[in-house]
């Protein structure tokens, strides 16, 4: 019988690494929690949607549900590629709002691992300058000579809601 205390448990929890989805957009390297990401598809076709926010890409059928689809490109500041090289993918990821939750996609350039990292190989996010930090980045990840920027989805949505004027 092993007896293990609740302190042993919580220690135990606490250095339990984290799976991350690793993607690719413009240029950056982010990590996503695993637990954030339903599935990943490569982009079929998106139908747009006329009178629609310009971060909403259009709409998928997924399995026979409406989804929207969202450019990050658009809340981080990033030009947008009319024509990409390569098709992009789209991480389809459950937002919560209250006691809701919605399915949405969110267009990336391209996803390439599933990788596991241990909690204190997350550093926090960094300072800007006057105290600021980065909005979207919750933590960096070093990783084969540079950084992952561990992306804060929460606040990716919340900044998706603003623009759209309230939900996304």
């Known amino acids: ?67 929207p689809v969202y450019d990050l490109r658009i809340p981080f500041g990033l030009p947008v590629d009319p024509k990409p090289a390569r098709a992009p993918s789209v991480l389809i990821v459950e937002t919560e709002a209250g006691n809701d939750s919605e399915v949405t996609g969110l267009l990336v350039d391209r996803v390439s691992d599933v990788l596991e990292f241990a909690p204190d190989e997350v550093q926090p996010s960094p300072q800007l300058g006057l105290g600021k930090t980065t909005p979207f980045v919750r933590g960096l990840i070093r990783h084969q000579d540079a950084f992952l920027l561990v992306l804060d989805v929460d606040r990716v949505f919340s900044v998706l809601a603003s623009i759209n004027g309230g939900g996304v």
């Open 1 to 67: 019988m092993i007896d293990m205390t609740t302190d042993d448990v919580i220690e135990r929890e606490r250095d339990r690494a984290q799976s991350y989805v690793v993607f690719r957009l413009g240029g950056e390297g982010y990590a996503l929690e695993v637990m954030r990401v339903q599935e990943v598809l490569d982009v079929l076709a998106i139908t747009e949607v006329p009178g629609a926010s310009r971060c909403l890409l259009g709409v998928i059928n997924l399995r026979g549900h409406v989804v």
